[in-house]
Nanobody, 124 residues
Framework: QVQLVESGGGLVQAGGSLRLSCAFS????????MGWFRQTPGKEREVVAA????????AYTESVKGRFTISRDNAKNTVYLQMNSLKPEDTATYYC?????????????????WGQGTQVTVSS
């Protein structure tokens, strides 16, 4: 059974940076596309970034383009989300997710496995 464990969240001032990590286990990581999503209370979970099972293809929601970078290390079974120039509106619980496919997937309903989430809080 695939398991995902996020880490790296915390409290940061606006303009600061954080790097989230998601450790993958229980399957062959290199065959899964991965995604980062976020959710705030009362709102639907939304995609932040997605990466294909190879590193060559990525996708981002418009609001984080140029500030966030998704990457993966298939040797370490880990996907990362580097978040720079953070804004208060980035405050959310961030989740990583996995789906057994080739391409970068942005629809949350297509994902098969989810982590428990890590809280990111950006103060103004």
């Amino acid at each position: 059974q695939v398991q995902l464990v996020e880490s790296g969240g915390g409290l940061v001032q606006a303009g600061g940076s954080l790097r989230l990590s998601c450790a993958f286990s229980g399957g062959r990581f290199s065959t899964y596309a991965m995604g980062w999503f976020r959710q705030t209370p009362g709102k639907e979970r939304e995609v932040v970034a997605a990466i294909a099972r190879s590193e060559s293809r990525t996708a981002y929601t418009e609001s984080v383009k140029g500030r966030f970078t998704i990457s993966r290390d298939n040797a370490k079974n880990t996907v990362y989300l580097q978040m720079n120039s953070l804004k208060p509106e980035d405050t959310a619980t961030y989740y990583c997710a996995a789906v057994l496919t080739i391409v970068a997937v942005t629809n949350l309903r297509d994902y098969d496995y989810w982590g428990q989430g890590t809280q990111v809080t950006v103060s103004s």
